[in-house]
């Protein structure tokens, strides 16, 4: 649970304090490896200076530790990656065994729909064990299931595109809507058999934002642009609270997902928040 006092003086904090002080991993204070995230590289370290993005996640500072845990464990320094996570509310309990297991499971199974840059999140045998728990993906995107409950998912892979200023561009296209509902199918599918349904967390960020513009796939299957990258350098998401499987976690789903394209002053395609 965040210190109170931390997040009070957030704004006047060092982020990097501020991020320690609030209970990574659920320390305390004191948390011995403080020194250590001063050394963490500049991109890294960026995400934790950015000031809406820790603004956003201050009372869920984990989603911040482990944004930055991930891109450095995978050395994905200053790469633009869409990322979305899910982790239980703090008053959330259950046996985290059986959650383990069935989330391999989720995993192995993965979306119906698999036609896309990262494969409907679709494990196979291709699970294996991760840091915090069980991983699968391949090259320009992941899915990990953490031992405590959380859910991480990312993709790095963006195509390119044409613009008027330029050559060409990296691109987040309008279909990585998709991504959205994909996640929140299988962590439902991981949760399912808990009763009752669990309560959690979710976010997203769009991590390098400044670096991609938004471009629309046609009828045709061409990649057209569409609008310029972004002004700021990350774009997080608000942490939305849902029960797993109810209303407002379809609801919530919906909010993320309309956001990507929102940000870029466009619609969401039609179809693609649809839970499959």
């Not at 200053?78 to 059986?98: E, W």
């Not at 044409?162 to 962590?187: C, D, G, L, R, W």
């Not at 769009?206 to 471009?215: F, R």
Request: aromatic residues 10%; charged residues 20%; glycine residues 8%.
């Amino acid at each position: 649970m965040a210190n109170p006092q931390a997040q009070s003086t957030f704004r006047d904090a060092d982020p990097i304090e501020w991020l320690a002080a609030s209970g990574y991993g659920g320390a305390s204070s004191s948390w011995p490896l403080q020194a250590e995230l001063k050394g963490l590289p500049m991109a890294a370290r960026g995400l934790l200076q950015d000031d809406l993005l820790m603004l956003r996640l201050r009372e869920q500072p984990e989603f911040a530790a482990r944004l930055v845990e991930f891109i450095n464990l995978r050395q994905l320094e200053g790469k633009p990656m869409l990322v979305l996570q899910a982790r239980p509310t703090s008053d959330t309990s259950f046996d985290v065994a059986a959650v383990e297991r069935s989330a391999q499971a989720a995993m192995r199974q993965g979306c119906k729909n698999t036609r896309n840059e990262w494969d409907g999140f679709f494990a196979g045998s291709q699970l294996r064990p991760c840091f915090q728990g069980w991983e699968t993906g391949r090259l320009g995107w992941a899915f990990e299931a953490h031992r405590d409950g959380h859910f991480f998912a990312a993709i790095w892979t963006f195509p390119q595109v044409e613009v008027p200023s330029k050559k060409a561009a990296i691109a987040v296209a309008n279909v990585y809507a998709v991504m959205f509902p994909q996640f929140f199918e299988v962590v439902a599918l991981a949760l399912e058999d808990l009763d009752p349904p669990p309560m959690y967390c979710i976010t997203a960020t769009l991590v390098g934002a400044d670096n991609l513009v938004y471009a629309e796939v046609t009828s045709s299957g061409r990649l057209v642009h569409k609008a310029p990258a972004l002004a700021p350098q990350n774009l997080q998401w608000p942490v939305f609270e849902a029960q797993v499987g109810g209303m407002s976690w379809t609801s919530s789903m919906i909010a993320l997902a309309k956001g990507l394209a929102g940000a870029y002053g466009q619609q969401t395609p039609r179809g693609a928040i649809d839970l499959a």
